[in-house]
């Protein structure tokens, strides 16, 4: 079965800093999905960015980018000129691209903080 | 705008009552759904995965009897907690996948906090 590590529970950054929020995960499939998911205190789980195994190129969503190293089965998330209302739990997610295995598995999530 | 719509935010019920969550996919059909279920500080516990017109496939530990769910729309998932007591207090939050999209991305909807009196 596939996990997701999350090693940081907490992090905390001065406004406009750049922070990054490190994940690693454990599979033996070559084909999979990997995702950043931001939880304010509302709860609403917000999808940050999404990355596709098959692709080298790194994603980037304006300020969020992601360093993907397959083979170590590494998915850090950098966060540049962090913003008050980057504040918020934020959880790396790992799917299958197989057909029927649809489910997304979380890692623990890591409480982001930032300092004005 | 939301994608998915989760109904009612907040409830409170007594102990021993069965109460109804609702999962809506706005603008699209959802073919799987998925309920978790969040404790305070804690990662999203997968409970089910729902889809349309058959039975849910649930998670080892889940009790199928105690958390119903039904999937009988291509835009609708509902939980049921049955004969709820303090214990199921908990935050529920469901997720639909959207077919078609690159990596059939999936949205959640924005929970609902379930207190048993």
């Known amino acids: 079965a596939q996990t997701v590590t999350q090693s940081q529970p907490e992090m905390s950054v001065q406004e406009a800093e750049t922070v990054t929020l490190s994940c690693t995960y454990d599979?033996?499939?070559?084909?999979?999905?990997l995702f950043w998911y931001k939880q304010p205190p509302s709860r609403q789980m917000i999808l940050v960015i999404r990355?596709?195994?098959?692709?080298?190129q790194n994603a980037t969503e304006n300020r969020f980018s992601v360093n993907f190293q397959k083979a170590a089965k590494s998915f850090s998330l950098k966060i540049s000129d962090s913003q008050l209302g980057d504040a918020a739990m934020y959880f790396c997610a790992y799917r299958s691209a197989s057909r029927g295995a649809q489910k997304l598995v979380f890692g623990q999530g890591t409480r982001l903080t930032i300092n004005p | 705008g939301a994608v998915v719509s989760q109904h009612p935010s907040w409830v409170i019920c007594k102990s021993g009552t069965s109460v109804k969550i609702e999962c809506r996919s706005l603008?699209?059909?959802?073919?799987?759904m998925f309920w978790y279920r969040q404790f305070p500080k804690q990662s999203l516990m997968l409970m089910a995965t729902?889809?349309?017109?058959?039975?849910?496939?649930?998670e080892q530990g889940v009790e199928k009897d105690k958390f119903l769910i039904n999937h009988a729309s291509l835009t609708l998932s509902t939980l049921t907690v049955t004969s709820a007591h303090p214990e199921d207090s908990s935050f529920y939050i469901c997720s639909a996948l959207i077919p078609g999209t690159e990596g059939n991305t999936i949205y959640f909807g924005e929970g609902s906090w379930l207190t048993v009196v």
């Open positions: 729902s889809n349309e017109g058959s039975k849910a496939t649930y």
């Open positions: 603008d699209f059909q959802a073919t799987t």
């Open positions: 599979t033996s499939e070559s084909d999979y999905y």
């Open positions: 990355q596709e195994a098959y692709k080298q």
